[in-house]
Nanobody, 124 residues
Framework: QVQLVESGGGSVQAGGSLRLSCAAS????????AAWFRQAPGKEREGVAA????????YYANSVKGRFTISRDNAKNTLYLQMDNLKPEDTAMYYC?????????????????WGQGTQVTVSS
């Protein structure tokens, strides 16, 4: 049974940094798309970043490009999201998601597996 468990959320001031982790267990797909999403209260869920391990391609939402970095550690079965220069508008619950296949339309495709989320709060 596949499980994704996020950690690393917290409260920081604007301009600060956080690194989110998503530890995967029971995942056996060779080629997969793994992504981070976020949802703020009263807003729709939005894609933040994605990674396709087949070609090590990475993708980012325009709102986080240049500030966030998605990466993975295969040995630890862990996906990361390094978030720098955080802004109050980055405040949200952050979720990791993963599924077999590439990351075409990663922000809109369906994902079979989701984590439970980790809260990020950025104060001004």
């Amino acid at each position: 049974q596949v499980q994704l468990v996020e950690s690393g959320g917290g409260s920081v001031q604007a301009g600060g940094s956080l690194r989110l982790s998503c530890a995967a267990s029971g995942y056996t797909y060779v080629y997969y798309c793994a992504a981070w999403f976020r949802q703020a209260p009263g807003k729709e869920r939005e894609g933040v970043a994605a990674l396709y391990n087949g070609r090590e391609n990475t993708y980012y939402a325009n709102s986080v490009k240049g500030r966030f970095t998605i990466s993975r550690d295969n040995a630890k079965n862990t996906l990361y999201l390094q978030m720098d220069n955080l802004k109050p508008e980055d405040t949200a619950m952050y979720y990791c998601a993963a599924d077999y296949g590439d990351c075409i339309n990663w922000w809109a495709r369906s994902y079979k597996y989701w984590g439970q989320g980790t809260q990020v709060t950025v104060s001004s």
